[in-house]
């Protein structure tokens, strides 16, 4: 099979996993972005992290994943209608704080090359990744089931995306950020962020869900925070050495390499939502 069927065959199979994930419930919803979020986890810590005995790699690799998902868990039981009181949340979050500290425990006895740089490792697993999937779960289910606000947000980042790589592959010539991605042009950048307005307009008419205005303005977001998200990996895996975070999508990459841009836009697209709601 070509490189070029298989990458087809499986974006296919791809698209068409995420949109029955997003639309058949909320709980299927939270499912599929937890599985994404292990799986980016995973690939994160699993290439990072430096170890010396494999035993304590796989216990190091469990242990930051559990540290790293418990965001998205948290808000997820909170708004599928098991809501914390004030004096569990407190419980809860020292426990967390604890369950954390327990890491550095851990790196006393792990041998590790660097123990210090595998706890920021863990924090960063936090900041990078599990927060932004929390607040994911926060758009699409806070207000009730969204799925349209969800998908809305993927086909931006997507989108710009595509559009960045066909129109930069064909006339790019001015480099963007040639040190970290040097395939990477001006003209693709901005044949992505034409290509997003136009596809926000569509999304609009489409799925609704909010004004026109706002699904613009996030689709102007998106060509700056999910090609910024795409460098930030681009970066990572160049301080790694390395061509793709995983294998999980043949002719794809890994689910960091699929959601890497997705992942970076969140933060802001929550944060617009929340000072200018529909």
């Known amino acids: 099979m070509s490189g070029l069927k298989t990458r087809a065959i499986t974006a296919v199979i791809f698209v068409a996993i995420m949109i029955a994930g997003i639309y058949s419930h909320s709980y299927s919803l939270t499912l599929l972005f937890f599985v994404i979020l292990v799986g980016c986890l995973w690939e994160l810590f699993n290439l990072s ?20 998902v418990v965001p998205f868990v948290l808000m997820a039981i909170h708004l599928l209608g098991y809501p914390f009181s004030v004096s569990l949340l407190k419980i809860i979050l020292g426990g967390y704080l604890l369950f954390i500290l327990g890491f550095m425990i851990f790196e006393l006895s792990a041998s590790a090359k660097d123990p ?46 595509a559009f960045a790589y ?19 042009t001006w003209e693709g950048s901005i044949g992505g962020f034409i290509s ?11 799925m609704g ?7 613009v303005v996030l689709g102007g977001m998106t060509t700056i925070f999910a090609t910024t998200g795409d460098l930030i990996e681009s ?9 793709d975070s995983g294998s999980f999508m043949p002719g ?3 689910f960091l390499d699929r959601f890497d841009a997705v992942i970076f836009t ?7 939502l929340e000072i200018w709601p529909s």
């Open 49 to 68: 992290f430096k170890t010396q005995e494999s035993k304590h790699k796989t216990f190091q690799l469990s242990y930051a994943i559990k540290i790293g």
């Open 116 to 161: 210090f740089r595998n706890v920021g490792l863990a924090m960063l697993g936090i900041i990078y990744l599990g927060i932004p999937f929390a607040l994911l779960i926060d758009m699409a289910i806070g207000e009730g089931f969204r799925p349209n606000l969800v998908l809305g947000l993927l086909l931006l980042v997507w989108a710009n995306d």
């Open 166 to 184: 066909l129109i930069g592959s064909q006339i790019g010539k001015t480099k963007l950020f040639e040190r970290i991605s040097p395939k990477k």
């Open 196 to 206: 997003t307005m136009i596809v926000a307009v569509l999304v609009y008419f489409v």
């Open 209 to 215: 869900e909010l004004t026109m205005i706002q699904w």
């Open 235 to 243: 970066m990572w895996k160049r301080s790694l050495g390395i061509k």
């Open 252 to 254: 794809h990459g890994g």
């Open 266 to 272: 969140l933060p802001f697209s929550w944060f617009l």
